[in-house]
């Protein structure tokens, strides 16, 4: 199993434009979590998904938009880049309660 | 907000035991005591998490104080590997079940050669 991947690694975007941040998981989790984590400072919770279909608001929303149209991809969408979004983001995933299992992170710059 | 208390770093000597604090004074009782680290900029990593007693696997100990208040993540035999940030974080459960994690800003655990 590959896990939670995340695609691009890095990337360096404009103010005002817009992006996909995609995350796949292979371990047939039904819960999956968009995070993002700013310099010297924990990870904040943005989206989450308890099913295909279903999603919902974490901490820090605003900004942000998700889908979840399959078990296996949770993308997070930014439509208007602002600085305030320079961030590194971590998808996960979970069965369920369980332990939850992060990607390698996004690295984003808005310039 | 932040449910748990952490020092901000600490440090150990190689092959030493790592006693890592940590504070959850507001706990309830249906709620977990979970640890992940964070190894330079890669993804956190689970270690792992308890109830009321105490839990071992290959990675670390787990003490949960009988009032729950409060627990420590041990680390054995501590390796330079181990330098990472550790996260100590309390299990609340959302609306509709979600498992969130709040993460605060951990403990900074160098080990020394």
């Known amino acids: 199993n590959a896990g939670v991947t995340q695609t691009p690694k890095f990337r360096i975007l404009k103010i005002g434009q817009s992006m996909t941040l995609q995350c796949t998981q292979d371990m047939n989790h039904n819960y999956m979590y968009w995070y993002r984590q700013d310099p010297g400072m924990g990870l904040k919770l943005i989206y989450y998904?308890?099913?295909?279909?279903?999603?919902d608001k974490g901490e820090v929303p605003n900004g942000y938009n998700v889908s979840r149209s399959t078990t296996e991809d949770f993308p997070l969408r930014l439509e208007l880049a602002a600085p305030s979004q320079t961030s590194v983001y971590f998808c996960?995933?979970?069965?369920?309660?369980?332990?939850?299992?992060f990607g390698p992170g996004t690295r984003l710059t808005v310039l | 907000d932040a449910k748990t208390t952490q020092p901000p770093s600490m440090d150990c000597a190689e092959g030493r035991a790592a006693n890592l604090p940590c504070n959850h004074s507001t706990i309830s009782g249906n709620e977990y005591v979970y640890w992940y680290r964070q190894i330079h900029s890669q993804g956190p990593q689970y270690i792992i998490h308890g109830l009321k007693n105490n839990e071992t696997n290959e990675m670390a100990s787990l003490i949960i104080t009988e009032d729950r208040k409060s627990s420590t993540l041990i680390l054995p035999h501590a390796t330079l590997r181990d330098t990472a940030v550790y996260y100590c974080i309390v299990r609340v459960r959302g609306q509709t079940g979600a498992n969130n994690l709040f993460f605060g800003t951990g403990t900074r655990l160098t080990v020394i050669p």
């Open positions: 996960a995933s979970s069965y369920g309660q369980d332990t939850q299992y």
């Open positions: 998904s308890v099913g295909a279909g279903i999603t």
